[in-house]
């Protein structure tokens, strides 16, 4: 079978969806939507899609799913409006930065029998994948404790860190996901400290950019985040799983694997620094998995409702700076 | 000058400084104490120290320094003794494990005008102190966020945990200490949370195994530490400081520097396993200091006062485990 | 200025160069020719390219280039065939077995005004072009000693290892090359060795598969390369270049970035193990220079010459393993 | 048994010796001998030891075995002179320059029924000796391929080189005796390649400080040696052995464990650049050996006819860059 795709959104992470769909065999990327027509008519023309409407798409008969890479506003209406539409659907996530909003869209979804995939791509990346079947095939045994490092490499301008819903929503999320796919138990607790080290101006609406996370399941197992808006050495993504018969850890991708030995030492590149570039592999594994879980009429790895439990986590966080309690989920 | 010291205990750490001064020109071991008299003999012949009573050394005029290397319930009176005699004193920490007991003899030492030296090894060690060197050098700039992994091979048996005030004022005071060091600002905030994960019988006794530490300055930088009292992998200690130009980390220390690649992949040593080899460079690092310090008349890097600081610490993560609040130091 | 393409074969690493053209804006992949005509025309069908003979793209004025991705004994004549037809020539090494032939084809393309282009693809590789990048930045001063390890996961067949050539001048001519690359200056003699001690049935045919070789510049900067037919570990590739001031090296490209710590020490993955994986970026790369030195009229960093010399060099080598001596070159 | 040692010789590697003794609770130093009355002395005191002469030890039935640690060319003379005393003899390589007199030495200590050990110290480093146990042990398959790499950090001065031998005699007669070790065959051929490039001077005499070397043992098995007279990035130390079921290496040894990360990449401290710190554990595992190869009554695991057997190869590399032969040991 040949999955029939369209992309709501002819963005960067657009071309680098189609991308991955045009290695792929067993998919074929027909149609392209975009608020700006020209945007949709260049990723058409150089991949042989069409240019479409949004309405045009919804009514496609020959459209099995899109894949919605648009401003973080439209995801909800935009996955009710497709799963209605009968169409699955792939999201970038989040579902949207209200709980209650994001469980609507997730239920509307399950009622019209389509697949609702959220975009939770480290889950995809090789590395962190080998860690979680490392776990699963019970390498160091019982889990007991997890600790995620995410630093990006500079902060967001302020117009984008002004709608992202704030680090926990926007950049802290990623690491509350992964923490429940390393932990496999759900966390009970959260205690959070938050701090403005790096951009004074977050300060003015309410946000940080340093914080730190501690989880806790309810059979005492714990997940440590610590996040950063700014790390000078690159994109600095690593996860550590420590167990009761060992310890897993993935590493950082470095730019090259060039070293230079001098006299006051050893030199290598510095991180990859653009989380593009550094989970381009994890990008194309989401996209193998909307098509696979069409294709054999499957559940995704990662679905609308691991993006509501996640925002609630986020939330929780939050509240754990603002009260200085640790808060129960 | 050659500084003349003397060992109260004749035990394996004893034995541990007793080889620490045999290297150094600069000072020399003269006479040996234990409860044991036939330990105190065998440390004595072996090192051409003499064996003696604790009242001889306090009286002996020619004595320069002394190193408490007893149990942890004999260290506050055996400080207070020789401060009262005009000795200086190195002693294992903690000083005692009640704060104000603690505050006094350290308030006795002062007023007697002698050093008195806490063994927190860890900053004496080369990796450590090179990591502290490069954050005062300016290498990073202004210190961020700090991250400490460490983990015990095994847990204690229950009658050493039992008197051990605790996992967080027998373990994780080395890492708070540690912490202190690194942030270079005094923490302000703490939240902790606790579990049983590896022994169950430390329920019974309300201690725990597996501890998440967050600390926060007033300045808002973080410091995160991670604790378990088993690895399998050896005595897992590492440090991580991210700061405004970079970050600096010290990785652990392996068994040797071999490698076996075979089909499945890389093989390496495992970690050193034992505290006393793993830390070795420290331990003689902290003879040295305590040397130096007394022949060029000056605080010694790591004092009472430290230990009394790092206890008041140590309390509140307690407190914050037990309450489920973020805790003011 | 779009660059028009043509493939010569529509094999493996045909199909490789088709996918590193596909993402380029620059050039565009046009027709495509095989011996077998259904693999011309899905290749075609898959890039959009049209299935055509070599007679219509040698006669095809608007193709610019071509690349020749044939069995190694028709490069000759293909060469010649399309140099008079005045077409640029991307050719997978080698030229030819033969000296005289070899010399003679590069004679024809430079007579003819064409470029050139050879497929020594590592020296586009990401790691080994900035070691060169290094080095010619100075920043290990003038260049001595070269270390190049290569070893291929295993032994061709034996239908393949016949034709070949042998492996200085199959395997080895690559390091060959490299070494040059590294050097800086040409080889004035070589030593060489060389064993059977992986597949005996090698000897039967006069090959080997564990071979050593020294090279020796005029003024005495020495490399030394080893290769070996078999590597359970994978596809070993590495350089090392020691100069006056300090030391490059690049290492392996392991699997992923996964670490497990057990009670026996710690465990990576195994390197990668196949050679179109772990120098996938030096395909693109070559395809990239082959491109841009059509379009900026150039002469390509790789060229028949090099092909030529290389071939000289590994002839040598096979001269200084059956004479005992050293060669000069 | 406690075995009792003598040290002919007092300068640096002496006193390291000196050390290596007073930590071992089964052997005693209880004479020094040296040229110099006055260091004789100083080392006497700092030990225990009484300073003595020659001759006072050669008679003192109270000794089991001396050290001899003075200039090389009184090496044969006191090996002699001590064998024929009927003293156990451990002696730092070579025996002497010439391999009739070293030959005819080693026979007179086997005559004496006295053992004569060689400071072959490598072979007593915890991770070369752990690649040797990993090979014996059988963790790769049948041994092919051997890569030594060894660079000094800097050139000798000219008088000692001088008087040394020359490079493969002085420096690569350490790695001809690794290779051996590793090889676990008798190399059957060499070729061996050297320049001046590090020292202008050493053309005067006639010696070189870049050296390439090949071995081939008879059944085709092959090491490669690369030696410089300087490395500005330390003291570069490592082995790499690949068989039929994978590889072994031992990496070098780093001055700590500190790695800075900056915009510009991480650094790493550069290697220990003494030999004397980077192979102080080999040195105490020389002593070790001799320790107990007497208190066993069993041949040492490096003798001095190791030492015969590698000069002997030393002389061959010679021979093999002045002819441009392949040469037959």
């Given at each position: 079978?040949?999955?029939?795709?369209?992309?709501?959104?002819?963005?960067?992470?657009?071309?680098?969806?189609?991308?991955?769909?045009?290695?792929?065999?067993?998919?074929?990327?027909?149609?392209?939507?975009?608020?700006?027509?020209?945007?949709?008519?260049?990723?058409?023309?150089?991949?042989?899609?069409?240019?479409?409407?949004?309405d045009?798409?919804?009514?496609?008969?020959?459209?099995?799913?899109?894949?919605?890479?648009?401003?973080?506003?439209?995801?909800?209406?935009?996955?009710?409006?497709?799963a209605?539409?009968?169409?699955?659907?792939?999201?970038?996530?989040?579902?949207?930065?209200?709980?209650?909003?994001?469980?609507?869209?997730?239920?509307i979804?399950?009622?019209?029998?389509?697949?609702?995939?959220?975009?939770?791509?480290?889950?995809?990346?090789?590395?962190?994948?080998?860690a979680?079947?490392?776990?699963?095939?019970?390498?160091?045994?019982?889990?007991?404790?997890?600790?995620?490092?995410?630093?990006?490499?500079?902060?967001?301008?302020?117009?984008?860190?002004?709608?992202?819903?704030?680090?926990?929503?926007?950049?802290?999320?990623?690491?509350?996901?992964?923490?429940?796919?390393?932990?496999?138990?759900?966390?009970?607790?959260?205690?959070?400290?938050?701090?403005?080290?790096?951009?004074?101006?977050?300060?003015?609406?309410?946000?940080?950019?340093?914080?730190?996370?501690?989880?806790q399941?309810a059979?005492?197992?714990?997940?440590?985040?610590t996040?950063?808006?700014?790390?000078?050495?690159?994109?600095?993504?690593?996860?550590?799983?420590?167990?009761?018969?060992?310890?897993?850890?993935?590493?950082?991708?470095?730019?090259?694997?060039?070293?230079?030995?001098?006299?006051?030492?050893?030199?290598?590149?510095?991180?990859?620094?653009?989380?593009?570039?550094?989970?381009?592999?994890?990008?194309?594994?989401?996209?193998?998995?909307?098509?696979?879980?069409?294709?054999?009429?499957?559940?995704?790895?990662?679905?609308?409702?691991?993006?509501?439990?996640?925002?609630?986590?986020?939330?929780?966080?939050?509240?754990?700076?603002?009260?200085?309690?640790?808060?129960?989920?």
């Amino acid at each position: 079978m040949t999955v029939k795709l369209a992309l709501i959104g002819a963005g960067r992470i657009a071309n680098v969806h189609a991308d991955a769909i045009a290695v792929r065999r067993d998919a074929a990327l027909v149609a392209v939507a975009d608020a700006l027509p020209e945007a949709a008519a260049a990723l058409a023309a150089r991949t042989g899609a069409k240019a479409a409407t949004i309405d045009e798409i919804a009514t496609d008969a020959a459209i099995d799913g899109v894949l919605v890479c648009t401003p973080t506003d439209t995801h909800a209406d935009l996955i009710e409006k497709f799963a209605r539409a009968g169409k699955h659907v792939f999201c970038e996530k989040p579902v949207d930065l209200e709980i209650t909003r994001a469980q609507e869209v997730v239920d509307i979804a399950h009622e019209a029998g389509v697949k609702l995939m959220l975009g939770f791509n480290r889950r995809y990346d090789p590395g962190f994948a080998a860690a979680r079947k490392a776990i699963t095939d019970g390498k160091i045994g019982k889990v007991e404790m997890v600790t995620i490092t995410s630093r990006d490499p500079g902060a967001p301008d302020m117009s984008y860190a002004a709608r992202s819903g704030g680090i926990f929503r926007d950049m802290t999320i990623h690491d509350l996901d992964m923490a429940r796919f390393l932990l496999g138990e759900e966390p009970a607790f959260v205690s959070a400290h938050a701090a403005v080290l790096v951009k004074p101006e977050l300060s003015e609406i309410g946000d940080y950019d340093s914080v730190t996370v501690i989880l806790q399941t309810a059979t005492g197992k714990q997940a440590v985040i610590t996040n950063s808006r700014r790390a000078t050495y690159g994109y600095d993504q690593r996860i550590e799983v420590h167990g009761e018969l060992g310890v897993v850890d993935v590493t950082n991708h470095l730019e090259n694997n060039l070293r230079i030995g001098l006299a006051d030492g050893y030199q290598t590149a510095p991180l990859m620094n653009f989380f593009m570039t550094r989970y381009l592999p994890s990008y194309a594994g989401e996209i193998v998995e909307f098509i696979s879980c069409i294709s054999e009429d499957r559940a995704p790895a990662t679905t609308g409702m691991d993006g509501v439990i996640a925002l609630r986590i986020a939330n929780a966080c939050l509240a754990s700076v603002e009260t200085g309690q640790r808060i129960a989920l």
